[in-house]
């Protein structure tokens, strides 16, 4: 590994050739926060697994790259994008190697109900909206990874729907990598829904070709009073690259907000999801489907904070390990005092299809409140050979058996996503992957 004390220096002399970079951009309000993310960044240690929350995450690999935090050019046409997209009919947002493409985008930008934009525009033309949300939700202040994200973020997707208003065409968002080797990029997402709005947004992280390259993304949620949002997030990268992410989840009285997390591919992915209910009556699910094979290592930290009485919340994630394949699931549950009445239920379920496949789980319950429901539990197992003895006697082949098996246990992450187009597509994806 790299010397560590080397490598933030790195970043942090980098910080200017970003900032000198921004075209102005550097005399936004919003440039405050990143100036503030870099000095907190020098402060703090990149996690090590002495870390109780990274204990199975070694991130060395990662550290032994000085990645580059320019943007590279990339000659991208509309067919190389297409066949990662879900629906022509989509509103659809498309960032190559970091940086926003309007030519092989499709947006509206300013509609009567709602803000649908790349960050680094949504910066400039609604100051107040960013100042108020942006940066507000992510602690930039406890993990080295977010306070990097947080002072190179240069672009992403800003989504704002007003009150009362349902946006019923999905957005869809795509991360694309191309030719970018070692590279680092930091996508940021701001997702609001005011009280009583409605949207359903996909992001999708993938890449063209196996270079190394690092994504380091953070995504903000909030949803207000009686919001209703779905959220899908898909990682299909190369298999030398990493890929971090931070995704905070704030929600208001009686707000209902579904997130799914499907991790195909990455060398190192490791992703936090938090959400913190700060009204009564509000329902969040958290559910997620990794699929990993080679020395991938998938890590999923999650983090319900039931902050307020009433509420409600599922947690279902499924892995599938191959070969010398590593995952973890961290999963917390965390009720406070005055969280009577609280509902809640989590699950992780894997299944290992080698000898060298490893699993950490770790699933927690925190309950400082009497009235309670809640339920966790983890299992791993392997393919029942009685259930595959049955198949094969009915003259399917070993290998169409055990896809078969193999489908049957992920699918039900997949099936409880409501966006038909994502819900088939991924079925495909996942019927393609296990034969």
Not at 175 to 186: I, K, N, R
Not at 384 to 407: H, M, P, Q, V
Request: glycine fraction near 6%.
């Amino acid at each position: 590994m790299k010397n560590v004390s080397e490598l933030k220096k790195w970043y942090i002399s980098n910080f200017k050739t970003f900032e000198a970079s921004l075209n102005g951009g550097s005399k936004h309000p919003f440039h405050e926060l990143r100036k503030t993310a870099i000095e907190e960044f020098e402060s703090l240690n990149f996690p090590t697994i002495k870390d109780e929350e990274w204990k199975y995450t070694n991130v060395s690999p990662v550290l032994n790259y000085n990645f580059k935090v320019e943007t590279p050019s990339s000659k991208i046409s509309k067919d190389d994008v297409k066949k990662f997209l879900f629906d022509d009919e989509f509103t659809t947002l498309v960032f190559i190697n970091g940086k926003f493409s309007a030519e092989l985008s499709g947006t509206n930008k300013k509609t009567k109900d709602a803000i649908i934009t790349n960050l680094s525009d949504a910066i400039k033309e609604h100051p107040e909206l960013i100042e108020k949300h942006l940066g507000k939700y992510a602690d930039y202040k406890e993990n080295a990874f977010t306070a990097l994200s947080t002072a190179f973020t240069n672009d992403g997707t800003f989504i704002y729907v007003e009150k009362g208003k349902i946006i019923e065409n999905p957005v869809q968002i795509l991360y694309l990598t191309d030719g970018a080797s070692e590279s680092a990029f930091a996508p940021r997402n701001l997702f609001v829904a005011e009280d009583n709005a409605q949207f359903k947004v996909v992001e999708i992280y993938a890449g063209l070709n196996s270079n190394v390259y690092f994504n380091n993304s953070i995504t903000e949620i909030v949803a207000g009073e009686s919001a209703v949002i779905e959220h899908v997030k898909i990682q299909d990268e190369a298999l030398d690259s990493f890929h971090i992410s931070n995704t905070q989840i704030v929600q208001e009285r009686n707000s209902n907000v579904s997130s799914y997390n499907v991790n195909f591919g990455g060398k190192l992915v490791r992703n936090n999801i938090n959400s913190r209910f700060n009204g009564t009556g509000g329902e969040c699910t958290l559910n997620g489907l990794y699929l990993t094979k080679g020395e991938q290592l998938v890590d999923n930290h999650t983090m319900i904070d039931h902050a307020q009485p009433h509420c409600l919340s599922h947690e279902l994630y499924k892995g599938i390990l191959t070969e010398k394949s590593h995952g973890v699931f961290n999963g917390k549950i965390y009720v406070r005092p005055d969280a009577q009445k609280t509902n809640a239920f989590q699950e992780n379920k894997n299944l290992l299809l080698s000898n060298d496949a490893l699993i950490n789980a770790k699933p927690q319950l925190e309950i400082f409140a009497d009235d309670v429901k809640c339920t966790h539990g983890a299992t791993v197992g392997r393919l029942d050979e009685n259930a595959l003895f049955y198949l094969r006697s009915r003259g399917i082949g070993e290998k169409e058996a055990r896809a078969t098996l193999i489908y049957a246990f992920a699918s039900d992450v997949v099936h409880s996503i409501k966006i038909t187009q994502v819900r088939d597509r991924l079925e495909e994806m996942l019927a393609d992957k296990l034969l």
